[in-house]
C-alpha cells in the first residue's frame, strides 16, 4: 500500500523515581516530536545535548525532529522509509531539506547521497533495506545493526513493504 510507512508511530514509556523514592513510570504516550515525509517517516524518542548525562535528566529534544545530535550529544529515533517502487527524487530531496538536511552528491544522480558528523548505530526492526556505500552495498534485515561511522551512504527498500529501524546518532568529529 502506497504511503504506509507515513503512518508509523512510536511510544516512549519514561521510568524515573516517585516522591519516596521508588522506581515508577513517569509517562506513556506516542512522540509528538515527528515528521512524515514521502522520502521517509522520522520518530524521535530521546535526546541528550551532552554526555555523561544525569540518568533522570529530561530529554532535550525539541519540537521539530534535526538530522544531527546536539554538537556532543545524541538522539534516538525511528524512522520508515517507504520501498524503492514509491521513489521520488524531488520529494525525498524535500524530505531531506524538511529534515535540515542540505547537501547533495553533486554529480546530478537521482539518489541523494548525504554523510553526517555522527556515529549511527542502526538496527533493524521490521522489513529489510540495503546500506549503500560508494564502494559496496549490503541487506539488512531484522536483527541486523550497521555502525555508519560518518561515510556517505544512501539506503534503497527493495522490497514492497517499508522498512523500520532504529538509529542511535552520536556526535562525532573528523
Aim: hydrophobic share 35%; proline share 6%; glycine share 8%.
Amino acid at each position: 500500500m502506497t504511503g504506509e510507512h507515513l503512518k508509523a508511530e512510536a511510544r516512549v514509556v519514561l521510568t524515573g523515581l516517585d516522591e519516596n523514592g521508588k522506581s515508577t513510570f513517569v509517562s506513556d504516550a506516542n512522540t509528538t516530536v515527528r515528521t512524515a515525509q514521502p522520502g521517509f517517516t522520522v520518530m524521535e524518542l530521546w535526546q541528550f545535548d551532552s554526555l555523561p548525562a544525569n540518568v533522570l535528566a529530561p530529554s532535550t529534544l525539541g519540537d521539530n525532529p534535526v538530522i544531527d545530535p546536539p554538537p556532543a550529544g545524541l538522539v534516538v529515533r525511528l524512522a520508515s522509509f517507504p520501498p524503492d517502487s514509491e521513489y521520488d527524487a524531488v520529494a525525498f530531496k524535500e524530505s531531506l531539506d524538511a529534515f535540515g538536511h542540505d547537501e547533495n552528491d553533486g554529480n546530478g544522480s537521482a539518489e541523494l547521497w548525504h554523510e553526517t558528523d555522527t556515529i549511527d548505530v542502526v538496527t533493524i526492526i521490521e522489513g529489510e533495506i540495503y546500506a549503500v556505500t560508494e564502494t559496496g552495498e549490503t541487506l539488512l534485515k531484522p536483527g541486523d545493526t550497521v555502525v555508519n561511522r560518518g561515510v556517505k551512504h544512501i539506503w534503497s527498500n527493495r522490497s514492497d513493504k517499508p522498512c523500520l529501524l532504529s538509529a542511535t546518532m552520536m556526535a562525532g568529529t573528523r
